[in-house]
């Protein structure tokens, strides 16, 4: 059964949250360019986190990935790269092995302008 009674949140960014430097990355597409997104939770209750599943938009060629919570990866970052904005969602696992469900929309494209922009090839 999924609750949503955990104190926590999900977060979007174009810039690694682990990076000194505040750098968007991009790469030409066909039609647009794809960017380089880190989805990601956070909160007081992150401690009792197992692992997090996030759904991502259905075009994706994995759609919904698992990412467990470790001591090189706390806050259950994934990285993906996307040209659009869509709502994600997130089933959180805990250790005692609840589950909440946490929606959350995309927001990187705010970033852009307070960056600098990297073509990768």
């Excluded at 609750?3 to 647009?32: C, M, S, W």
């Excluded at 007081?44 to 467990?68: G, I, N």
Aim: glycine share 2%; net charge negative.
């Amino acid at each position: 059964m999924l609750q949503q009674d955990i104190n926590l949140r999900v977060f979007d960014t174009a810039v690694d949250p682990t990076a000194e430097e505040k750098i968007v990355y991009y790469r030409p597409g066909a039609d647009r360019p794809l960017y380089r997104v880190w989805i990601y939770v956070d909160g007081p209750d992150l401690p009792f986190v197992d692992s997090v599943t996030y759904r991502l938009h259905p075009t994706f060629k994995e759609p919904e990935r698992t990412v467990p919570r470790t001591v090189s990866n706390p806050n259950c970052k994934l990285e993906i790269w996307t040209w659009g904005l869509f709502e994600v969602k997130a089933i959180v696992q805990t250790k005692d092995e609840r589950r909440f469900e946490l929606r959350h929309e995309l927001t990187y494209d705010r970033q852009f302008a307070e960056a600098a922009s990297r073509e990768l090839r």
